[in-house]
T-cell receptor
Framework: QKEVEQNSGPLSVPEGAIASLNCTYS??????FFWYRQYSGKSPELIMS????GDKEDGRFTAQLNKASQYVSLLIRDSQPSDSATYLC??????????FGAGTRLTVKP | DVKVTQSSRYLVKRTGEKVFLECVQD?????MFWYRQDPGLGLRLIYF???????EKGDIPEGYSVSREKKERFSLILESASTNQTSMYLC????????????FGPGTRLTVT
């Protein structure tokens, strides 16, 4: 069974700081990677996807992928209290399934 | 916008009851999934379906069955509910192939007493 590992946290950062969330995966053949945000009591929502090595930026969010190290990260710049949530890393497994990490809980303190 | 809806947000059932959870998506997605989410255990796949009348077991299928008679609808059935099936149940859908992102419904919080 392929694994997706995340530090469960909690990760606490002050408002305005950069939050760095990390994810490692075991399947070297993985080609696409996703970050989901889940607020307490709500369902996961997709916030970023990345398919090639390097960085992908979307507003305050940057996804970083290093396939050689089997490592994907999410940076949140100028963190806001509204960013407080659990962030799930997801990596496709096989031809149909998706493997989710357990999630990292982020708290942004005003 | 992709829309995935689930029949109930909250449900309370008694031990031994048969429970139906329904999920409908409006984006013509081929794949549909049922997960349960418990604190500390993350998302665990129960079943998924890649076509009408097709289904495959996920990581924890015991005690559950599914039905997909129409492309847009995927039902999860608890044949005889037990207290250890108290959980948040999440439905998701995606285009064919695992490389596509999954879109989630709002979830059903099921309590079995």
């Amino acid at each position: 069974q392929k694994e997706v590992e995340q530090n469960s946290g909690p990760l606490s950062v002050p408002e305005g700081a950069i939050a760095s969330l990390n994810c490692t995966y075991s399947d070297r053949g993985s080609q696409s990677f996703f970050w989901y945000r889940q607020y307490s009591g709500k369902s996961p929502e997709l916030i970023m996807s990345i398919y090639s090595n390097g960085d992908k930026e979307d507003g305050r969010f940057t996804a970083q992928l290093n396939k050689a190290s089997q490592y994907v990260s999410l940076l949140i710049r100028d963190s806001q209290p509204s960013d407080s949530a659990t962030y799930l890393c997801a990596v496709p497994e096989g031809v149909r399934d998706m493997r989710f990490g357990a999630g990292t809980r982020l708290t942004v303190k005003p | 916008d992709v829309k995935v809806t689930q029949s109930s947000r909250y449900l309370v059932k008694r031990t031994g009851e048969k429970v139906f959870l329904e999920c409908v998506q409006d984006m013509d997605h081929e794949n549909m999934f049922w997960y349960r989410q418990d604190p500390g255990l993350g998302l665990r796949l129960i079943y998924f379906s890649y076509d009408v009348k097709m289904k495959e077991k996920g990581d924890i299928p015991e005690g559950y069955s599914v039905s997909r008679e129409k492309k847009e609808r995927f039902s999860l059935i608890l044949e005889s509910a037990s207290t250890n099936q108290t959980s948040m149940y999440l439905c998701a859908s995606s285009l064919m192939g695992s490389s596509y992102e999954q879109y989630f419904g709002p979830g059903t919080r099921l309590t079995v007493t």
